[in-house]
């Protein structure tokens, strides 16, 4: 049986990048050519990198990215925008949980909660992050985003989703968010790629600074800078807030 992450991006390419919080893309790689220091040498995994949009930004800007996904259709969509523009970007079919990569990159990007925090069990998502810190050289650098626990304890998930939801996108019906797990359940109701109405339940982490500081400390990052991720303008000045939905982890080996 599939996962309901699974399910949802079966057949949501060109859905997927009309969605609200698909429109940052700029601004976010804005970010990561900072971080990288301008490198254009280095080579940079994107991680649950759906229809390969940081991908593709970050190779139309001269960078060497490698582009790994679990949906096929995601991937499909990402290579048909790639070869329209002539950019040579591997994009892999891969499980998150099961990177095959060792020490190979300088870089790891998973933003928009590429693969983490989807998976159904804690377990699962630290495989995740144990697969990036792996795939990187020492020094090596991953930045990534995640919902930021500190966001339910103050405010409703479901109010939020449901102002930022535009016309045509994926709206969420029903959450609840469970204290003991700090897992929110509720019902993503949208349309795929062929017209189909679809309503499937899911089920996402939440974490807390101090559970992210540890779990990739106990990975082997020497340093873990948390900061509030603002839609396309990433930013090492936003200090962490209850306010932010998502939170921007910059680690490094």
């Not at 600074?209 to 930013?235: C, H, M, N, R, Y």
Request: charged content about 25%; glycine content about 8%.
């Amino acid at each position: 049986m599939k996962q309901w992450y699974e399910a949802l991006f079966e057949n949501y390419g060109k859905k997927y990048d009309s969605e609200c919080f698909t429109q940052g893309t700029i601004g976010e790689c804005d970010f990561i050519e900072q971080e990288a220091g301008r490198d254009r040498i280095i080579r940079i995994l994107d991680i649950g990198c759906g229809t390969g949009r940081h991908s593709i930004e970050l190779a139309r800007r001269g960078y060497n990215v490698t582009g790994v996904d679990l949906s096929e259709s995601q991937l499909a969509r990402a290579r048909e925008k790639a070869a329209a523009e002539r950019l040579a970007i591997p994009f892999l079919k891969h499980d998150a949980r099961e990177l095959p990569f060792a020490n190979e990159f300088a870089l790891a990007v998973m933003l928009c909660e590429g693969a983490f925090p989807l998976m159904e069990t804690d377990e699962m998502n630290y495989q995740i992050l144990a697969g990036a810190a792996r795939s990187l050289k020492s020094p090596g650098k991953f930045i990534f985003t995640t919902l930021n626990g500190l966001f339910p304890l103050f405010h409703s998930v479901k109010d939020f989703l449901a102002a930022a939801v535009a016309e045509g996108n994926a709206t969420y019906e029903g959450g609840t968010f469970d204290l003991m797990t700090f897992r929110e359940h509720s019902t993503t109701v949208f349309e795929d790629d062929d017209g189909n109405k679809k309503k499937l339940a899911c089920n996402e982490r939440y974490y807390v600074p101090p559970e992210i500081t540890w779990l990739l400390k106990q990975l082997g990052f020497k340093s873990v800078d948390i900061f509030g991720a603002k839609l396309g303008a990433f930013s090492r000045t936003d200090r962490l807030t209850p306010d932010d939905f998502e939170m921007l982890v910059i680690a490094e080996k």
